[in-house]
């Protein structure tokens, strides 16, 4: 079998040659990086107008709503550049592609992971690191090397909860092949409510954005933490602190739930 | 040809674009719910914003969660999709019959448009539900407003209807129009003021949003609608619609002449 | 000890029932009701190493249902298989690096990029050392004639050159076992020759196990000595071409032209024991015989004696024959 070094670097070759596939129409790959960055940042400029016209939403600094929207945006980013082909995976399925990747020495999830790169994701991630810059300079916190690893581990983790639930609702296709629609409802839940504190929804709200679907682990908790807005939590503040360890988590438990759905495939014609 | 034999044609692309609609209809109820979601979030966002106050610069609070949730259903309701068919239609080669079609190329879209909108009707059922548990629904300030939302409406769909054909139109030109069009759905997102109302923008903002024509399509009926019409009452917002009606008129013309002149001689 | 062993392979597919209406998707997904179909019923044979095997059927027989069980893609519903010891939707990577697979209908090289990319990432993912890719990547560019379209994309190459490419993807890495599925199809007489004389050669030379499905028959009387038989799921024959042939081949054709001037036989005209008339025509007499009972040698002067003759001429049966009468009849002949 092959060691870890052996396996990343050929999940890096695979990578490579998916992104050799993209910039192979060259214009569009920029036009997209570009409208995904401004997509992004009107969604902000939007909370930024509301913010700075009533000075706070649920008792939340602009300063600190846009630290917490960069975070979310980051995570997002990650997601998008690691994961995004899981939106395709329906159509993988259908059309037997999956057959491929099932015949080579290599997991199938992540030969579909490098099956092609979508470039707007760097719209995203520069969006995201851009608002995180402006913030960190605007919020009250100590930056300590500490603090800024633990940056690093959130936004991580924070991709690893999205890609654990598109992991998860995604292996439901091996049954149902068509659950495009839903996956895209989720996503669009984790993109409109991961923006904003938990502070302004309701309660019952606020317990199903964090264990039914896990949207406050993905930049809302660890920002907290980050703040110091323990204060506002609804759950006790070590559940917050372990945020990116609860990302690890869902992946492997997403991982293994792929696993066992996958002996459901039934590829196209017989 | 007869005004009558024209109207027969239109009525007939107008059935085929309910028919395409109600095979649609499982992905329209799904952007409904997803447009639901999005007011709910709204609503929650704009209650945090208020606060304890219960109004904000003359505006109260449910004025402001019914505006938004009225002017984001409604914006779903009237977002045609020509533009997306234009491009279709010219990068499959296929524009050269619908322009030898004998009923101008404009008049077949825009009646596609309402048959599209006439097929959507249907939906309310499943929307307005939505809306109200998601947001917050009240009947019109008045009946005297409600009528004039009613006409404001059919005004806000011809300014809708006309800008995204001016749109679509300049695929004839160029096809790479993915960045162009999300741009203008950005821009239209703002400008029309279904996430923030122009009470609420910043002055800057709002003077350049109100030399823009979006306004027609959600600001000026809702406010009409709660009762909160801007400057000059019910009667000047109706006049403001009207005249970006009639200039998208004149632009579609200018713009479409041009653009048959530039299909024809490029050959299709 | 033979390389694959496959023992009462069952695989039954689930499709979900499907609704309509307005909320049918929802239905759907919620009301977990399948309709059930047998793709492979109690399939079982066993190949030894080296061996070049044709898996014949027509067409939703389960050939390339057994294909996808055997190399990993599907889990079977029931039964076992042993490929080189592995059980292949188990150890599936393991299993994956022992074998080569090529779909006729499906590439499995990069679409976007030339070949040569698609030759690299394979080799990566095989982990062949520099030397070992180097050498068998000039081999199989000689042997395929691979090197003007090299630097092409994929999408750019014509159906026989993209076969090439996947076959040399497929032979990269130097597999024990090799299943082509329909490895032929579409392709025009050239590349179709092409391409067995390529599958000929690796058997040959390399003792690579071949396992070719396919609906061209040319193929397996060309490739194959053992051919294996499914219909509806289920092993029809097992065994040699020739055994097959011979069962069948009991029954000899004449095809015989009559001379214009004499009159036209009666029926039950001909009676000799062991041949008889099965078609008639104007001035034309198909005629069936069982070359065990009676001899050509005596059959044609006995014919000749009774009727003006201008040609005869001897049908041999061919696969083509055998396989549509075993399908429509359901059975093999003992």
Redo the contacts between chains.
């Keep these: ?2 060691t870890v070094a ?1 396996r990343i ?2 999940l890096l ?2 990578a490579g ?1 998916s992104l ?2 993209e910039f ?1 129409y060259r ?2 790959a920029v ?2 990086v ?2 995904g960055m ?2 992004q940042l ?1 969604g902000f ?3 930024w ?6 000075n706070e ?2 008792g939340w600094s602009l300063a600190e709503i846009t630290f917490l929207y960069g975070m979310r945006l980051t995570s997002h980013g990650i997601f998008y550049a690691c994961f995004s082909q899981l939106f395709e995976a329906d159509r993988v399925m259908v059309t ?2 999956y ?2 990747y ?6 199938p999830l992540l030969q579909l992971f490098t099956r092609k790169l979508r470039v707007n994701c760097f719209g995203d991630l520069i969006g995201g690191l851009l608002l995180l810059g402006f913030a960190s300079a605007g919020v009250d916190v100590a930056w300590s090397p500490q603090t800024v690893f633990y940056l690093v581990l959130a936004v991580t983790g924070g991709a690893l909860v999205e890609g654990a639930v598109q992991i998860m609702l995604g292996s439901l296709s091996f ?2 092949l ?1 659950t495009m ?1 839903l996956r ?2 989720v996503n ?2 984790f993109n ?2 991961g923006n ?1 504190p938990f ?4 309660k019952a ?1 606020e317990y199903l954005l964090t264990f039914a679907l896990p949207v406050a682990f993905v930049a809302f908790f660890p920002a907290s933490v980050v703040l110091e807005r323990e204060d506002g939590l609804h759950v006790a503040p070590w559940l917050a602190v372990i945020a990116p360890l609860v990302g690890v988590g869902l992946f492997l438990v997403a991982l293994r739930v792929w696993r066992r759905q996958s ?1 459901h ?3 196209s ?2 | 040809m007869t005004l009558a034999r024209n109207l027969d044609a239109l009525v007939a692309y107008g059935r085929m674009a309910t028919r395409r609609m109600y095979i649609y209809r ?2 329209v109820i ?1 952007m409904i ?2 447009t639901g ?2 007011i709910y ?1 709204l609503t ?8 304890d106050r219960t109004e ?1 610069d003359g505006i109260p609070l449910q004025s402001m969660l019914v505006y938004l949730t009225i002017a984001n259903l409604q914006l779903r309701f009237l977002s045609p999709e020509m533009d997306q068919d234009i491009q279709e239609r010219i990068r499959e080669g296929q524009i050269g019959f619908d322009l030898n079609r004998p009923v101008g190329y404009p008049g077949q879209l825009v009646a596609g448009a309402a048959g599209q909108m006439i097929g959507l009707l249907p939906m309310l059922v499943v929307a307005v539900p939505i809306a109200f548990v998601a947001g917050e629904l009240r009947p019109p300030a008045s009946v005297e407003e409600g009528f004039a939302y009613l006409a404001s409406l059919v005004l806000a769909w011809l300014v809708a209807v006309q800008m995204n054909l001016l749109i679509g139109l300049v695929s004839f030109w160029t096809l ?1 129009m ?2 162009f069009r ?2 203008y759905r ?1 821009i239209g ?2 400008a029309t003021g279904a ?2 109302p122009l009470w ?3 002055d800057l ?1 709002r003077s350049i949003v109100q030399l823009l024509p979006f306004q027609a399509i959600a600001f000026v009926p809702v406010s009409i609608y709660v009762g909160e019409p801007a400057t000059g009452g019910i009667w000047s917002a109706l006049a403001l619609q009207a005249f970006w009606a009639v200039v998208m008129v004149l632009v579609i013309q200018l713009v479409w002449r041009r653009a048959f002149r530039h299909t024809v001689i490029q050959g299709g | 000890m033979p390389i694959i062993e496959v023992d009462q392979l069952v695989k039954d ?2 499709r ?1 029932k499907r609704f309509d209406g307005p909320l049918g ?1 929802l239905r ?2 919620f009301t977990h009701q399948y309709e059930t179909t047998r ?1 492979v019923d109690g399939v079982s044979f066993t190949i030894e190493e080296g061996e070049l095997i044709g898996y014949l059927g027509s067409n ?1 027989a ?1 050939k ?2 057994t294909i ?1 069980m055997l ?5 079977p519903s029931g039964g076992t298989v042993r490929v080189a010891g592995l059980v292949p ?1 188990e150890d ?3 299993n ?2 022992q ?1 080569g ?1 090529v ?1 006729g209908q ?1 590439t ?1 090289l ?4 030339p070949l040569s ?1 698609s030759l690299r ?1 394979i080799g ?4 062949l050392d520099d030397a070992r890719y180097r050498r068998n990547r000039d081999r199989l560019v000689e042997l395929l004639g691979l090197q003007s379209f090299l630097e092409t ?1 994929v999408r750019q190459l014509s159906l026989g050159q993209r076969m090439r490419g996947d076959l040399a993807a497929a032979m990269l890495y130097e597999p024990r076992i090799l299943y082509l599925d329909e490895p032929t199809v579409g392709l025009d007489v050239v590349a179709k020759e092409r391409t067995r004389q390529f599958v000929e050669e690796i058997n040959r030379d390399t003792g690579t196990t071949i396992m070719l499905t396919t609906h061209d028959l040319a193929d397996v009387e060309r490739l194959c000595k053992r051919i294996i038989f499914i219909d509806k799921g289920t092993v029809l024959y097992d065994g040699p071409v020739e055994e097959l042939k011979r069962r069948y081949a009991p029954y000899r054709m004449l095809d015989i032209t009559l001379a214009p001037d004499g009159e036209t036989p009666a029926p039950a005209w001909l009676g000799i024991d062991g041949a008889e008339v099965v078609e008639e025509g104007d001035a034309r007499l198909l005629v069936r015989f069982d070359p065990a009972r009676v001899a050509v040698t005596e059959l044609i002067p006995a014919i000749m004696a009774r009727h003006p003759v201008t040609d005869i001429a001897i049908v041999e049966p061919d696969l083509e024959g055998v396989v549509r009468e075993i399908v429509e009849a359901g059975e093999v002949r003992r």
């Design positions: 079998m092959a052996q670097s050929i070759t695979l040659a050799r596939s192979q214009a569009n036009s997209a570009i409208s401004i997509y009107t400029i939007a909370v107008i509301i913010v700075a016209r009533f939403i649920g037997g592609e057959d491929r099932l015949l080579r020495p290599m997991p049954r149902f068509q629609s895209v409802t669009e839940v409109l409510y904003y502070t302004i929804f309701p709200l002996r495939y039934q590829s014609g017989h | 499982f992905n799904m719910v997803l979601i999005t979030l929650l966002l704009w209650k945090a914003a208020y606060g904000v790479e993915t960045g999300m741009m950005l997102n703002f996430l923030i609420f923008m910043p903002l | 597919f689930q979900p998707g759907t997904l793709a939703g389960g390339s249902t996808k190399s990993g893609i599907l889990v939707w599936r990577e393991k994956a690096l074998i697979v779909f499906r499995q990069w679409w976007d990029l990319d990432l990566k993912l095989y982990r994309p």
